[in-house]
């Protein structure tokens, strides 16, 4: 489903040029879920935005059932990732100052749906997340982890087809890490999603059908 050929990306800065991915080559299956491992540095999150449309290679390509991305330019790389594609972060970027629902609504409204279109959508899948009782509450009164539900909603609102997630228990505790776990193998169940998932969480990794290792830029397995 997700083909990456020779990927690089470097940053220049004033101490001369950063090479951060260095000529990666990585084939996801449909449906699998791929665990993306190493220290920090080693360039994972770069890796993600790249194959996720958010940052463009320096050179190298991503195909998505055969179509290079990076053809594609403004309005129609931001269409086909709204609709391909749901992120997950590790620190939620939830909006502080709007409730779980209306977080979750966020994407729907952007990609041009109604408030009577949304607000159904960003409901049902808060129920979903075990968050039925707390729609109505803003980020500031939920838990870590449930502040990752609300993330994991919204980033489920379109009905993306792959899910990239960086670090999604980074900042939570082994028990509701492991509350996460289950989550996401539930929503993967349930969905059929292709997962890409950058942890550094080894309890994480090994509940996953492939794990790659980056050292370096480069992907060593």
């Known amino acids: 489903m997700i083909e990456a050929r020779g990927l690089m990306k470097n940053f220049g800065t004033s101490d001369g040029r950063v090479d951060v991915l260095r000529g990666i080559d990585l084939d996801i299956g449909r449906g699998e879920r ?6 920090s540095g080693a360039g994972k999150t770069t890796l993600m935005h ?3 449309g958010l940052d463009r290679p320096t050179g190298g390509t991503v195909r998505f059932d055969g179509t290079d ?3 594609l330019k403004g309005a129609a790389l931001d269409g086909f990732r709204n609709r391909t594609i749901g992120f997950v972060f590790q620190f939620h970027q ?18 041009r749906k109604s408030f009577r279109e949304a607000i159904p959508m960003a409901t ?11 729609i109505k ?3 500031g009164q939920l838990s870590g982890g449930e502040q990752q539900r609300v993330a994991i909603a919204r980033a489920l609102v379109l009905s993306p087809r792959v899910l990239l997630a960086d670090e999604p228990t980074g ?15 539930q929503i993967h169940s349930t969905r059929e999603l292709t997962m890409v998932i950058v942890t550094h969480s080894e309890a994480l990794a090994s ?7 980056m050292v370096d830029g480069k992907v060593l397995s």
């Open 50 to 52: 790249v194959l996720g």
């Open 207 to 213: 509940r996953l059908d492939r794990v790659v290792l």
């Open 137 to 139: 509450h803003k980020p």
């Open 69 to 71: 991305i990076f053809t």
């Open 34 to 39: 791929v665990g993306v491992v190493g220290t």
């Open 171 to 185: 900042n939570l505790d082994s028990g509701t890490s492991g509350e996460i776990y289950r989550l996401l193998e």
């Open 94 to 111: 939830l909006l502080p100052e709007f409730s779980a629902l209306e977080n979750v609504m966020m994407p729907a409204l952007v990609a």
């Open 124 to 134: 049902e899948l808060l129920e979903e997340v075990g968050l039925g009782h707390r």
